[in-house]
């Protein structure tokens, strides 16, 4: 790993835990590191521009390689998106799903199992994997040896959460701006949610608004389109979350349907994701009666942690009440030392899918097959 890219990642990662929740506590805490700030700031610029000019080496491989990304820490709906994509392009190419495995405890290239465990290869890996068991999905700190290792059996590799990860060319890049945080000031870690300048929008071939309204007007659309700016080549798109049914975690014919909650209904939000505001807002929709624990992305849930969230629970009153948390939390939940004292109780995940706006659903997909289609390697395997 090059020192610019080792220095990048050593801010980004030690930041990303301590500073997503925004208390006040934590709002001060990242005003008293903004000293750090430029030095980080300058550090990504140096190492973007050694990539630009070649200085440091950019892997393109011949097989289509997909990218979806973001500008910013967490929260705008990569593993969605890279879903949208699989339920595109599985039934007709052999997909491979390649991420790092944040928050996972092993390291090197490593492929996904149904029953894996979320602290071995990630909370977000693993999800993608329960939802599409015949799809390949592996995890590697290292993408270009990642795709090495998967290049010769598939054709075609979605990258997720890879924008900063540019020892990697893809083929096609998408990049996702969340709806809910466009008209926030920005600015860059450790003070701020910015991995790198907003001027690196430059290098995706689309731009996606994701998490906005379900009911988009084209003024709203052209407002968002001066805001985010995208440069003549890049085309941009709408897209919005679409809610499944309340499933139990441990029990998955159990399922519930958002509109039987009542504003009698108590729910006690158990949340260890990036940006929760989306989900605590359709839950609001049906009941007023959220009780919300929130904790920071990919947080490792502790035995004292489900012990004060058991006890809670147990002190609500009324037969109408449940514990409802995140598809990727749930994949935590799971582990073998939380079974015990939640199993019984009525956990619910709120599954979730990207779904795009009529008026771009056509031309994304056409668009996403016509690169696939033109650069697919088809000829030199077969699909199992």
Not at 26 to 45: C, D, E, G, N, Q
Not at 134 to 162: F, M, S
Not at 238 to 253: I, M, R
Request: aromatic share 10%.
């Amino acid at each position: 790993m090059s020192p610019g890219n080792s220095f990048s990642s050593h801010l980004k990662y030690r930041f990303l835990i301590l500073f997503l929740p925004q208390t006040s506590i934590m709002r001060l805490l990242r005003l008293l590191l903004f000293p750090l700030t430029p030095i980080y700031a300058l550090a990504v610029i140096l190492r973007n521009r050694a990539f630009d000019l070649g200085i440091l080496k950019s892997r393109k491989f011949k097989i289509p390689v997909i990218s979806v990304g973001n500008l910013t820490v967490g929260g705008s709906g990569k593993s969605p998106m890279t879903e949208y994509l699989v339920r595109l392009l599985k039934n007709d190419y052999k997909i491979a799903v390649l991420s790092r495995g944040y928050g996972r405890r092993s390291s090197g290239f490593i492929t996904v199992k149904f029953n894996s465990l979320a602290s071995d290869v990630g909370d977000e890996p693993l999800q993608i994997k329960q939802k599409f068991p015949e799809v390949t999905v592996a995890v590697c700190e290292n993408r270009v040896e990642g795709i090495k290792e998967l290049k010769q059996q598939h054709q075609l590799i979605l990258l997720d959460d890879a924008y900063q990860h540019r020892a990697v060319r893809p083929g096609f890049s998408i990049l996702l701006y969340d709806f809910n945080s466009l008209h926030k000031f920005q600015w860059m870690l450790p003070s701020g949610d910015l991995r790198e300048p907003l001027n690196s929008r430059k290098r995706a071939d689309v731009i996606v608004v994701t998490k906005t309204p379900t009911a988009l007007t084209d003024d709203e659309k052209i407002r968002i389109r001066k805001r985010v700016k995208p440069f003549p080549n890049q085309q941009i798109f709408f897209s919005y979350l679409l809610y499944g049914e309340l499933t139990n975690v441990f029990h998955s014919e159990q399922k519930r349907k958002l509109q039987t909650l009542r504003t009698s209904t108590q729910v006690l939000l158990l949340t260890g994701i990036a940006n929760p505001g989306p989900l605590l807002a359709e839950l609001k929709k049906y009941t007023p009666l959220v009780t919300h624990h929130q904790f920071p992305d990919h947080h490792q849930f502790s035995k004292k942690n489900i012990s004060k969230l058991a006890g809670e629970f147990a002190g609500f009153d009324g037969p109408d009440k449940l514990i409802i948390t995140t598809g990727k939390d749930a994949q935590r939940l799971k582990d073998p030392a939380n079974q015990a004292a939640l199993k019984r109780l009525p956990v619910y995940y709120l599954p979730v899918q990207t779904a795009f706006h009529a008026a771009d659903r056509e031309a994304f997909r056409l668009l996403i097959n016509d690169y696939v289609r033109k650069h697919s390697v088809n000829h030199r395997i077969y699909k199992a």
